[in-house]
């Protein structure tokens, strides 16, 4: 009595293991990528509000006017991005839903879209419920996980529409430069193709590293829909709250699917999301802690034989490679779990070029971290 579409398309491999330490005891768990910080006290205080004054019944379907506005300004000023509030800038129940239509808004069935991988797990059941088909384009660890241009050259087609972006990337940290987004340009316009660039984790960058928005690149405007939020910079993810940035036509496409299955999103978290932009210094104190546990957690790593794992530039996340071990990602996953205590995400569920790695979040405490890395360390030495 269930679509054929639906039992084919796996259960997400994080929900898997979270699932797993919800059940099991004494677990360090590095497997869930969510800020252990607490929402900012100015943001919660204008939820309660909210609440009070009774600004809880539905929005417009685009979300409140001066929530979009103020998005605008940040798009101009921190994007290069010139979207008008009004028919250009969508709210959405977080990236999630945003990432879900605009993929149902572009797509007809059979076409083609191009995933960077490793990537986020929903990206490919998305291209599946929208009857797209999803074409995996690799990357690298000697590549920094950066995705190469000759790769993503060589397998676009005539049923290709677009390509899903993701700079600083869950699950390797990597993040796509100037000179890389410039070459992905050239390529789009090339071939006609629309970027939907999830750019949730724009915030979260270290070292050196910028931020650069594919929809500010020359010809790019009208190719792009520009995916954010504020779960993973304001630790608001519980809030629900994303929004995409587009030209009328994409906006309004996607407004259509929201209309009917979303009406809006959450009042109480568009008015406390108002404040969010009153507050930068807040995400650069985390910023600067999270710089600190990645520090630890790759010097960690890399201490420990049979493991390496590069710097991630962005997001909160390592992905050590374990392949000298032998063992399979999610087996490997699962031994961790069991027999040392500590909760990864294999490399294998963000793609089978994730084979070989894990995924490790540093959006923990440092002596969470610590504590992570000596059971790891004494598992290590079991396997011999």
């Known amino acids: 009595m269930i679509s054929n579409r639906v039992k084919e398309i796996p259960f997400s491999g994080i929900r898997k293991f979270f699932e797993l330490v919800q059940k099991s005891k ?17 943001l919660k205080d204008a939820g309660v509000r909210a609440i009070e004054n009774d600004f809880t019944s539905y929005t417009s379907n685009y979300g409140l006017l001066e929530l979009r506005e103020r998005i605008a300004e940040k798009l101009k000023k921190k994007n290069s991005i010139d979207r008008n509030p009004e028919t250009e800038i969508l709210i959405t129940t977080g990236v999630s839903e ?17 995933i960077p991988e490793p990537s986020y797990v929903s990206y490919k059941p998305c291209v599946w419920f929208a009857h797209g088909n999803p074409v995996p384009v690799p990357s690298k660890e000697e590549n920094e996980f950066r995705v190469l241009t000759e790769d993503i050259k060589g397998r676009i087609t005539k049923k290709t529409r677009a390509i899903i972006l ?3 990337n869950n699950p390797t940290g990597s993040v796509l430069r100037k000179k890389d987004l410039e070459e992905i340009s050239d390529i789009v316009i090339e071939n006609d193709l629309i970027v939907i660039s999830d750019e949730i984790y724009e915030e979260l960058i270290y070292d050196d590293e910028k931020h650069y928005s594919i929809g500010s690149f020359n010809g790019m405007t009208d190719r792009t829909i520009t995916l954010n939020g504020f779960s993973k910079a304001y630790a608001f993810t519980g809030w629900r709250l994303g929004y995409a940035a587009g030209n009328s036509e994409f906006i309004e496409s996607m ?38 546990r990645r520090r630890l957690l790759v ?53 089978d070029c994730g084979e070989g790695y894990i995924r490790c979040s ?21 396997l011999g």
Do not use: W
């Open 26 to 42: 004494d677990i360090v768990s590095l497997g869930v990528g969510e800020p252990d910080f607490p929402t900012p006290e100015p």
């Open 98 to 114: 945003a990432l879900d239509i605009a993929i149902r808004a572009i797509l007809n069935p059979g076409d083609e879209i191009l």
């Open 166 to 168: 993701s700079s600083p």
């Open 255 to 292: 407004m259509k699917i929201h209309q009917y299955t979303m009406l809006c999103a959450p009042s109480v978290s568009q008015h406390a999301a108002l404040e969010a932009f009153r507050y930068e210094n807040y995400v650069g104190d985390m910023v600067k802690e999270y710089d600190r």
């Open 299 to 351: 010097k960690g790593l890399n201490e420990i034989p049979d493991i390496s794992c590069i710097m991630p530039k962005g997001a909160f996340y390592t992905f050590p490679n374990i392949k000298n071990t032998g063992i399979k990602s999610e087996k490997f996953a699962e031994r961790l779990l069991k027999e040392g205590g500590v909760a990864v995400v294999p490399g294998s569920t963000f793609g």
């Open 362 to 382: 540093y959006s923990v405490s440092r002596e969470s971290i610590d504590e992570a890395l000596r059971r790891i360390e004494r598992f290590m030495e079991k």
